[in-house]
Each structure stands twice: as structure tokens, then as C-alpha cells.
């Protein structure tokens, strides 16, 4: 479903939700299903009832390859060039070492070398790659170190060149290169990572989950909807977890938690996606503050130096006030064509989540269409997430590169539509993660209900 901006307010104006097709229910795949669809929290003036349902709409973990660390630096992305480093240390038999690589943005990066220095977070020798102005590529490198190193820096796209950097024992200063790699390049658009690349550290997703009243037989039943590598595995079986009064269960890392109860399938800790649907039991009312979820979707800067810190995103449970039969609706960014002084480079990755509130098990697809706010028409091409399955959340990463957005609009109001909006249809929730591309640092932001709210 298409809709102008007046065309919205004029039908919300009327209080009318536009109608299409109903969807066919999904077929049983034999998957677990969710055992609480929607258990809501009532007003506060009614204390009716025991429990109700909340839901972190983007739980994720990722282990990356060799645990985060790495030997191969790969800068610029779009371009990429993969950096290894050998030292010896002429101190101790001339006994050699590969460097760990640590990178710090797209275009520079360095590297430790614990087999020799027993550190793995210690800065040994740096390495930048930025784009000329002509199209090519100029390496600059340096060290805090004595030691004799080869620095081999290798172009992954055509035409294919390579170069070693050598330098001796001693006091001996760094280098640039601006001709190996000087003349232009084939590709050379865009110099940054794309928003929702995986880092080399890992991805966790805390979670805090709290019983604030004085009650001591609360319990609170999770089930984690999710896919592996992209493939839906359905919803895990309830996994109840005891409180007692003024009480809270923390977790770093709940997909872990979750595999070491054996509630996943093989491979979930390495690469899963998905939603976490926490139902309160044995509360003294459902007015909502009773039973609280927080969530943090983060990883680390450096897996190997856990004393940088954290990048990432928080999330307040949902109580499925977002969700819609219809529309959903928000505003994403990209500034990375262009990149500001004040947003720097913004790049937006779009959530779709079939929140099925109804319990109907059917499929829905949702169409994204993007709107320039300075015209109010349609931008780049339309986006179709088909066969979401219920529980299941969609990402779209890159959103305005996945949509073909042109490079000089960096802001878009973002329409997603179903085309089952039946009273008995699944519903649908939405987010949009904002990221630094530079530092991996992200923002989380709902999407709003355009039409058809629940």
C-alpha cells in the first residue's frame, strides 16, 4: 500500500485503516510457535490478572572467525586491502611473530603482537589507507617499537598490486606510499563500511529482567524467536526463569545463557537474529511496573582489549503498542556519501518484526517504500520482505544502498506496508538502528504506527 503523507492524515483524520487482501496462514512447519502472542499490560486502574508479555525486538550474537582477533587488517571496504604484519625480536634469538590486528575505523587500524610482548592490546604499528585525490590509494605507516617488522599491505580488488614494508632493528622511523597503489582505482564511491557489517568483535545482547514488587513467586518464561545465518529456526520452548521480590536476572550475553540451556540449535551462539519474548507469571496485577525488561545490543571495540569499551544500542522492552495491521512508519539517515562535521558518517539499517499479536501463525510481507521529505515523493526502489514468518525479525542492513537511494539524499521517511490488513491479520513492528560507521556506535529508534494500530 502506497500512501501520500496527506493521504495518512486524511484517513487517520477519519479514523479509517485501509483494507487489502487477507494472507494465508502459514502451513506447520513443525516449529515451536510462541506461547504468549499477546498478553498485554492493562491500565493502572485495573488490577485484573497475573501476567503479561514484553518483547526486545533485536537480540543478536555473533562470534567472528578466530574470536576477534585476527591477524588481517582489511581497510577501506569498498576498495579493500588486507594488511598482515611479521616482527622479529632480535632481543630473543630473533624469534618471529604475527601481529593481531586491532582496526579502529575503515581507513586505519594497528596492530599488537602478543606472541612476543605476551599483550594483545598493546599498540606496536600503525597503518592508514586513505583515498587520493586522484582516484588511487596512499599507505602511510608507523611504530612504537623497536623490533624488526615486514609490513605486507595487499589490494583485494582489481588491479591487483602488493607491497611489503621493511624496517630494521633500532631506531628507524615509519613511511609513506603514495605510488604502489596511487593510480585510480576501479572503485572508489565509498571509502566506509556499510551500516549493519558485522564487526571483528563479537555481538551480545545483555538483558535485565526484574521483579519490582514484594511478591516471591514471580516467574518470568523466555522464549528467543530467531534465525541462523538468515535461515528462520522458529521460537525456542518457554525457559522459566524464578524471581523473588525486588528481585533481577542479568545476563551479558542471553543468547549464550540460552544455548547453555540447551534452547538453541546448533550454531545459534555464532550467528543468530532474533526477538525475546519475556511473559511475567504470578504478579499481582498487569499494570505494567511490575515486571520490567531492559536490553543492550553491543560488542566490544576491540575483542582484545576489553578496556576500550563498548559500542552499541539500548532497548526498553516493547509492551506491542507499536504494533500494526498496516503502515509503520520513521525517518532514516545516510551521511556517509557526504559525511557532516556534526553527524559525521550515518548509515541505517531497517528491523522488520511480524509480531502476529493475534496468534494468527500466518505469513506477512511488508513493502518499504521511501519518501524524499523535500518533495514528498517515492526515492529509490521499493523494498518487499516477503514470508515473514510469525516471531521472525527482517533486517535490512544498508538501507538507502539496498534501496538504490540517490547519493544526495540523506534523509527519507520510511513506509512499511502490508498487504493483509484484515482485522485478523498478523501484525507488524519496526525499528531502524543508526549507525556510526566509523566507531560501530548505534541508535536504536521504533517505528511508529501509521495505520491499522493495535
Known amino acids: 500500500m ?14 479509517l485503516v485501509p483494507v487489502a487482501a487477507p ?22 486502574a485495573s488490577a485484573a490478572g497475573q501476567s503479561y508479555s514484553v518483547e526486545v525486538p533485536y537480540v543478536r550474537s555473533y562470534a567472528p572467525p578466530g574470536g576477534g582477533q585476527s591477524g588481517t587488517l582489511v581497510l577501506n571496504q569498498a576498495h579493500s586491502f588486507n594488511i598482515t604484519l611479521l616482527a622479529t625480536n632480535q632481543h630473543n634469538n630473533n624469534v618471529t611473530g604475527a601481529g593481531v590486528s586491532l582496526p579502529q575505523t575503515d581507513t586505519f587500524g594497528y596492530f599488537s603482537l602478543p606472541s612476543i610482548t605476551s599483550n594483545p592490546s598493546n599498540p606496536e604499528v600503525f597503518v592508514k589507507i586513505l583515498l587520493a585525490p586522484n582516484g ?63 564487526p571483528d568483535a563479537y555481538v551480545r545482547t545483555s538483558v535485565d529482567i526484574s ?18 545465518n538468515n535461515v528462520f529456526q522458529g521460537c525456542t ?11 533481577n536476572f542479568h545476563s551479558d550475553d542471553i543468547v549464550s545463557y540460552l544455548g547453555s540451556q540447551g534452547r538453541l540449535a546448533p550454531g545459534a551462539e555464532q ?27 553491543y560488542n566490544r571495540v576491540s575483542e582484545v ?109 520510511v513506509f512499511a506496508d502490508t498487504r493483509n490488513a484484515t482485522p485478523n491479520a498478523p501484525t507488524i513492528e519496526g525499528f531502524l538502528l543508526t549507525q556510526d560507521t566509523d566507531s560501530g556506535d548505534t541508535r536504536f529508534h521504533e517505528l511508529k504506527c501509521a495505520a491499522g494500530c493495535f
Request: some cysteine; overall charge negative.
Open 136 to 198: 588511487g590509494y596512499w599507505v602511510f605507516y608507523g611504530h612504537l617499537t623497536d623490533l624488526i617488522y615486514d609490513l605486507t599491505v595487499t589490494e583485494n580488488a582489481s588491479p591487483f598490486s602488493q607491497r611489503t614494508y621493511h624496517k630494521n632493528a633500532g631506531n628507524e622511523p615509519g613511511g609513506f606510499d603514495t605510488t604502489t597503489f596511487g593510480a585510480p582505482r576501479a572503485v572508489t564511491t565509498n571509502t566506509k563500511a556499510a551500516p549493519g557489517a558485522l
Open 305 to 413: 582489549d576489553p578496556l576500550r569499551g563498548t559500542v552499541g544500542c539500548g532497548q526498553i522492552a516493547s509492551l506491542f503498542f507499536e504494533s500494526a495491521l498496516t503502515s509503520l512508519v520513521g525517518t532514516a539517515h545516510d551521511t556517509v556519501p557526504a559525511p557532516s562535521a556534526q553527524a559525521g558518517s550515518l548509515g541505517s539499517t531497517l528491523g522488520i518484526h511480524n509480531t502476529d499479536a493475534l496468534g494468527t501463525l500466518a505469513l506477512v510481507t511488508v513493502y518499504v517504500t521511501l519518501y524524499d521529505p523535500s518533495t514528498g515523493q517515492p526515492v529509490g526502489n521499493q523494498i518487499t520482505l516477503a514470508n515473514i514468518e510469525p516471531g521472525e525479525v527482517r533486517l535490512v542492513n544498508d538501507l538507502f544502498t539496498q534501496a538504490a537511494v540517490p547519493t544526495n539524499v540523506s534523509s527519507v521517511i
Open 271 to 297: 550467528n543468530a537474529l532474533g526477538t525475546l519474548l519475556v511473559t511475567f507469571q504470578n504478579l499481582p496485577s498487569r499494570q505494567g511496573w511490575e515486571g520490567t525488561v531492559a536490553a543492550s545490543t
Open 211 to 228: 521483579n519490582n514488587t514484594a511478591t516471591d513467586s514471580v516467574a518470568a518464561d523466555l522464549q528467543y524467536c530467531y534465525a541462523v
Open 2 to 15: 502506497k500512501l501520500s503523507r496527506l493521504a495518512l492524515v486524511a484517513f487517520l483524520a477519519a479514523g
Open 23 to 44: 494472507a494465508q496462514s502459514a502451513a506447520n512447519r513443525n516449529k515451536v510457535v510462541r506461547v504468549a502472542p499477546r498478553a498485554e499490560a492493562a491500565s493502572k
Open 237 to 247: 520452548q518457554a525457559l522459566s526463569i524464578p524471581l523473588g521480590h525486588l528481585d
